[in-house]
């Protein structure tokens, strides 16, 4: 129940195209549910997060869609640039003060030009 | 400049040796946390802490070991116990538990 499952594992996309990562959960206690997108060699970087009031937060290029009934969440980047290339990370924690962040295995996406 | 700096950049250990990582952060968090990472596999907790003084076992602590003497300081001793010691190491802070992480820049320790 404390596993968030992420797939792709990897994915290639042309520059301008959509990437689209998903995450699903089955703890319905997770009430706070960010993205991170980590570059080779460095630690992963906040990059969007959504609560489960709302059922999508845009911030520039990035998008978090976010169903509740279906217990899941998906990040989308629009217009894929090739400095979007890196792996991202979802992630979920629960809504007491002990929990912690229970990360996603990953997705590498790479953009061609 | 605020943020979390993790030394070395790159380690190498002999087998037998214990060895420790150096995370600290000027950002004065009270929640700090140190995580493995190897390919293909998501971010997996060894050790937190809340609050100086106080640590928790995460879900892979066997082999490692943790002190939070220091509010901005929270060392990571792998020691000989740990059987594939060989991975990516990531600390991070953030203001409480239930508040954004933010992570170091890593230390990739090999096992000669």
């Known amino acids: 129940q404390q596993q968030v499952k992420q797939s792709p594992q990897s994915l290639i996309v042309q520059k301008g195209g959509i990437s689209i990562i998903n995450c699903a959960y089955e703890n319905t206690a997770f009430d706070y549910f960010p993205w991170y997108q980590q570059f080779p060699g460095k630690g992963p970087a906040l990059l969007i997060a959504?609560?489960?009031?709302?059922s999508e937060k845009k911030e520039g290029r990035f998008t978090i869609s976010f169903n509740k009934s279906a217990k899941q969440f998906s990040l989308h980047i629009m217009d894929s640039q090739p400095g979007d290339s890196a792996t991202y990370f979802c992630a979920a924690r629960g809504i007491y003060n002990t929990d912690k962040l229970i990360f996603g295995t990953g997705t590498r996406l790479q953009v061609f030009p | 400049d605020g943020g979390i700096t993790q030394s070395p950049k790159y380690l190498f250990r002999k087998e037998g040796q214990n060895v420790t990582l150096s995370c600290e952060q000027n950002l004065n968090h009270d929640a700090m946390y140190w995580y493995r990472q190897d390919p293909g596999q998501g971010l997996r907790l060894i050790y937190y802490s809340q609050i100086v003084n106080d640590f928790q076992k995460g879900d892979i602590a066997e082999g490692y070991s943790v002190s939070r003497e220091k509010k901005e300081s929270f060392p990571l001793t792998v020691t000989s116990a740990q059987k594939n010691p060989t991975a990516f190491y990531l600390c991070?802070?953030?203001?409480?538990?239930?508040?954004?992480?933010?992570f170091g820049p890593g230390t990739r320790l090999t096992v000669l």
């Open positions: 959504i609560r489960p009031d709302v």
């Open positions: 991070a802070s953030s203001a409480v538990v239930t508040d954004t992480q933010y």
